[in-house]
């Protein structure tokens, strides 16, 4: 329920803080008095845009408070966004003249949207132009599913829908490449025919390159290698000999004199290694042998490993991994995308949709049966006697994101009318009272403690203004209503009464709200009726209304609830 709303420096009102209680409250004054002006301050508060044409004149910004009774359901959402939660809540907007716009949810900063999610759960605002909204498709569509209660099951639908055409959108895409890949696919088994036969494998490259060079040079090689072991064990000049020699010389001088011993030793040393690398260039020259076969070979594998790397680009130790890479594009490529099993995906997921749109569906149809009677009951008190209302349901030829079917509100004004859609009524005072018949009827069905009517009585009078009344009346015993109406019959069936009236000070025009005793309300009636406010009968007559007001609405009120959805 809304507490209290309090404005500040907005439009025509310098500073003005009101208390609501619950039950029905009517806002009313003269033409112009700015009624309508405390309902586009609310629903600022509430999310709506604003710029700083809001503002008054000469004011560096502009505030707009509302203070409501915290739901319960609204308790989850406010730890989420990470918002105090208490039993008040505090949604407060503020305009500077420069066009900057803050928001605040319990003195934390917010931003629009998180206004309009938290307004959202608190208020439903009935404007008179309701029915323009209603006109569209996707307006009366959503009325309908609010009404049924089918708000997870939309989004069921939605998202089945979205699933679907991602299946969908695969299978087709699969498809279309299948060709593409194929000739690819094709294309790379030929280039991979001689890679595959010659089998490049990593760091074979630079061992070919070193075998090669060796066989190549192979007489050159045991030529030095011959050379290598005579010199090291030749039996006259070998220096294998010539060491044994010098170390035999060092042993007799080491006899004289003993000083002499370590170098005879370093020379045994010398002697014993030399005689080691006798043996092993010995070993090399027995292995070392002329292999023309094997060189060939060779040659033959390092041309074909060069043309390769030419014909692909590439360096020629690069030639193992590019083949590589190669094999594994193909293995892609005929793998490719199964289209059997895509197919299956896409079929289980056009069932899933279907079954979800025959689910909302059928809800649907029961929620429009029941709307339609709903609205219909309230059409001839609101004086169209023999009119109709119906909920046409309009299957679409494929399921879309919203369902099988779109949503079409139809009217006919009298009796032998033709049902028309609600866009075609001509009639201002026809479409007012529609538009109020599906808001009494669907606001018993909506969530939230406060509903606020803004003149949707607007072209309407005499007997038809005490059912509007009794309508209102009726909705307030379940919850809070606020309306602004300019029916006297409106106003007196409310609990509480605010006037709004101008002031002139310093120069300047100023909107201001007071809240009516009963004498003054008594007053106030009396003005709306188009009366002397001060003479006795029209005071007389306001009485009379005042007093016979507060059990008219108990049989509107009943035939609400009756239209109120099971569950």
């Known amino acids: ?162 699933d679907w055409r991602d299946a969908d959108s695969r299978l087709r895409q699969a498809s279309d490449d299948a060709g593409r890949s194929e000739r690819e696919a094709q294309a790379l088994q030929l280039e991979l025919g001689e890679l595959d036969r010659l089998a490049p494998r990593d760091g074979e490259w630079d061992a070919l390159n070193a075998e090669h060079r060796r066989l190549a040079h192979a007489a050159e090689l045991i030529e030095h290698l011959q050379a290598a072991a005579a010199w090291l064990d030749d039996d006259d000049a070998g220096a294998v000999r010539l060491l044994a020699r010098a170390q035999q010389a060092l042993q007799a001088a080491a006899a004289i004199d003993p000083q002499l011993q370590a170098l005879q030793e370093q020379m045994e040393a010398a002697r014993a290694l030399g005689a080691d690398l006798g043996h092993e260039v010995a070993a090399r020259l027995r292995q070392a042998d002329v292999d023309p076969q094997r060189l060939a070979e060779l040659d033959a594998r390092l041309s074909a490993w060069l043309a390769q790397a030419r014909r692909h680009r590439v360096a020629a130790e690069a030639l193992p991994a590019h083949w590589q890479s190669l094999r594994q594009r193909l293995q892609r490529l005929e793998q490719g995308a199964d289209l059997r099993q895509l197919g299956e995906r896409e079929r289980a997921a056009a069932q899933r949709l279907r079954d979800a749109a025959a689910q909302l569906s059928a809800l649907r149809a029961q929620a429009a049966a029941r709307l339609a009677q709903g609205v219909r009951g309230l059409l001839g008190e609101l004086g169209m006697a023999g009119g109709d209302f119906e909920v046409a349901l309009r299957e679409h030829a494929h399921i879309q994101s919203s369902g099988a079917e779109s949503v079409e509100l139809l009217v006919a004004g009298h009796a032998g009318a033709e049902l028309r859609p609600l866009a075609r009524v001509a009639s201002g005072g026809e479409l007012s009272r529609i538009a109020l018949a599906l808001a009494a009827t669907t606001a018993a069905q909506q969530p939230v403690a406060t509903l606020i009517f803004d003149e949707v009585d607007a072209g309407i009078g005499g007997a038809v203004a005490h059912t509007v009344a009794r309508l209102l009346a009726g909705l307030g015993r379940d919850r809070q209503v606020l309306a602004v109406t300019h029916l006297a019959q409106v106003a007196a069936g409310a609990s509480q009464h605010l006037r709004v009236d101008k002031a002139s000070r310093q120069g300047m025009t100023f909107s201001r709200v007071a809240e009516l005793d009963q004498a003054a309300r008594e007053a106030e009636v009396a003005r709306m009726l188009g009366g002397d406010a001060a003479s006795a009968v029209a005071l007389a007559h306001a009485r009379e209304m005042l007093a016979g007001a507060a059990g008219a609405a108990a049989p509107a009120a009943q035939r609400a609830r009756r239209a109120r959805p099971a569950g």
């Not at 420096?9 to 033409?31: M, R, S």
């Not at 004011?59 to 308790?75: K, N, V």
């Open 1 to 162: 329920m809304l507490r209290r709303l309090h404005i500040r420096q907005f439009v025509v009102v310098d500073e003005l803080e009101l208390d609501f209680g619950p039950g029905f409250t009517v806002l009313t004054g003269e033409t112009g008095a700015g009624k309508s002006i405390l309902v586009d301050a609310l629903k600022l508060a509430l999310g709506e845009r604003g710029d700083a044409s809001v503002l008054l004149p000469g004011a560096a910004r502009s505030e707009i408070s509302a203070e409501f009774d915290t739901p319960a359901s609204l308790l989850p959402w406010l730890q989420e966004q990470g918002f105090e939660a208490a039993d008040s809540l505090l949604l407060r907007r503020v305009i500077e003249a420069g066009g900057r716009s803050r928001g605040f949810v319990n003195g934390s900063p917010a931003t629009l949207a998180q206004l309009r999610e938290a307004g959202d759960a608190l208020v439903d605002i009935h404007g008179q132009h309701a029915w323009q909204s209603l006109a569209r498709a996707d307006s009366a569509r959503q009325l309908l599913d609010a009404y049924a209660g089918a708000a997870s099951q939309a989004e069921a639908c939605a998202q089945a829908w979205r």
